[in-house]
């Protein structure tokens, strides 16, 4: 016997398109967020620094400040010994400061221990 078909099954046309859907959203989300997303197990306690940096800051008339107190080249070694040497140590100098001045302050920030050095500049 022989039938005739009228209609089409679209049963496995949905499944293939809803399994392609699939493929699609989660290779869209890979490529916007540059990683699969997990949902991460909750913990409580964190391992989040929680100390402020060092603010070292060079003014254009050569004065040196840290954490926006006045202090001189010897007095800023007596200052920092006190301090960890894991904590970060942030360089604000002024762009017409002398470059000697500002690689001798960072060289004291290095020779003291501390490793975590960086300069803070404005993007334009």
Known sequence: MEREI????????VDVMLVLLVIVMTTATFITTGHIPVDLAKAKESGE???VPLV???SSDGSLFLNDQPVSQ????VQLISH????LVLVRADRITVLERFVNVVDDVRGLGFHQVSLEVLRS
């Open 49 to 51: 620094r929680k100390d």
């Open 56 to 58: 070292i800051t060079l």
């Open 84 to 87: 960890s040497r894991e904590s």
């Open 6 to 13: 009228d209609q089409i099954n679209v049963i496995p046309l």
């Open 74 to 77: 010897e007095g800023l070694k």
